[in-house]
C-alpha cells in the first residue's frame, strides 16, 4: 500500500534498500578468495568465444544501417532502472523511459531528498564523471538499460558539509519504503 501511494504521489516506481558495505568476515579481514593458476590460463575454449565475437563485427555497415539497427535497439527498450547510492549506503531504485531527459531524474531526487534547500550534484563512476548535461535523455547517456549513479552534496568542506553529508538523505516517508517490495 505505501508502494502504491508513493507511485501516486511521485509518478513511477520506488524501491529503498541498503546495500551492504564491504563487510569483514568474523576474522576481521575481508573474504577474498583466490582463483587457482589455473583460471588465468587461455583455453581453446576462450579462442573459439574470442573468435566468434570477431566474425560477427566482421561486416562493414552503412551509417544508414547503423542508425536502422540503434533504432530497432531503442523501440525494444521500454524502461530504465536507475539506482541511486547515497553515502549512509542507502539504494534509491527509480524506473524512468528510455526517452525522458536526465532533469526528470534531478527533478525526482529534489523531492525525495531530505534537504533539499542545499545543493547536490549527481556522478557515475569509473572514473567519477559528474553529470552536467541534463538534457540528455537516458539512451544518449548510456542509463540503458541500467546505471548506478551517485549522490553528494555540493558544498564546501567545512561544519555545513560534514553535517549535510552525516545524513539521514532520504526523506522519512521514502525511507519507510526500504525493504518493501
Known sequence: AKLAAAKEKFGREIRVFETASLLPTQDGVPNTAEEPDDFYDFTAEDYYRLMASKKEDKHLKTRKIREAEEAARRSRITKAVVRIRFPDNHT??????????????????????????????????????????????FFSAGFIPGAIVYFSYDLPKGEDA??????????????SLKGLE
Open 92 to 137: 534509491l531504485e527509480l524506473t524512468f523511459h528510455p526517452s525522458e531527459t536526465l532533469q526528470s531524474l534531478v527533478d525526482l531526487i529534489s523531492k525525495l531528498i531530505a534537504r533539499p534547500d542545499l545543493p547536490f550534484y549527481l556522478y557515475t563512476t569509473p572514473p567519477k564523471k559528474q553529470i552536467k548535461d541534463v538534457t540528455q535523455d
Open 162 to 175: 560534514a553535517a549535510a553529508n552525516s545524513g539521514p538523505f532520504l526523506q522519512e516517508e521514502i525511507m
